[in-house]
Each structure stands twice: as C-alpha cells, then as structure tokens.
C-alpha cells in the first residue's frame, strides 16, 4: 500500500519560508514522478510544482517560480518544497501526490495523494 505523508507546514508571515516534506512509502520511489498540488480556500484543487524520477525535469506554474523549489532524495523516498517569499495567496493545503508519468501528474491525475498539510501566510 502506498502512503505519501507530508510534514512541514504551519503558520509563517508573508515573505517568510516554509519547507515541506513528504515521505513517500509502498513504491518504487525513483521510478516515479512527484509533485505538489494546493487547494485555496474556496477555490478548485491546482498543480503546482513537478519533478521527474531522475530530477532532471522540473515544472512550476508561474506564480510559484523563482520562489518555489521542488527537489527529491531517491536514497531517502523523499521530495522536498522550499516555498520563500511566501504570499497571502499562497495560503493553501498542500498535497503531495506521485504518479509514474509526470504528464498524468501534470493534468491533475496522478495514481496517489497524500493527505495534505495547511501551509497559512498572514499578511
């Protein structure tokens, strides 16, 4: 069974950092792609930021570049999510999520989820 479980979110003031974390258990870890969704209060679950299995691809929706960074660490079945410069619209429930075609995970499909941490940015 797989489990995707995500840590690291919390209450940070605007212009602040987060990291996440999310551990990932049950698959083949460097065989899949991994990313990261977000759902806003009343608004519909989006993609966010991607990787592919060897890091050598990674995709970012464009209010998050260049203040976002997906990363992954095959050794330890884990992918990470450095948020800096944090907005109020960032405010968010974080998903990770794996699937083993990064183009599946991209268009909001992907095989597995995680259940979500509350990433909060007060202005």
């Known amino acids: 069974q797989v489990h995707l479980v995500e840590s690291g979110g919390g209450l940070v003031q605007a212009g602040g950092s987060l990291r996440l974390s999310c551990a990932a258990s049950?698959?083949?870890?460097?065989?899949?792609?991994m990313g990261w969704f977000r759902q806003a209060p009343g608004k519909e679950r989006e993609f966010a930021v991607a990787i592919n299995w060897s890091d050598s691809i990674t995709y970012y929706i464009d209010s998050v570049k260049g203040r976002f960074t997906i990363s992954r660490d095959n050794a330890k079945n884990t992918v990470y999510l450095q948020a800096n410069n944090l907005k109020p619209e960032d405010t968010a429930v974080y998903y990770c999520v794996a699937d083993a075609r990064l183009s599946r995970l991209r268009i909001g499909v992907p095989d597995y989820w995680g259940q979500g941490t509350q990433v909060t940015v007060s202005s």
């Open positions: 049950g698959l083949t870890f460097n065989r899949y792609a």
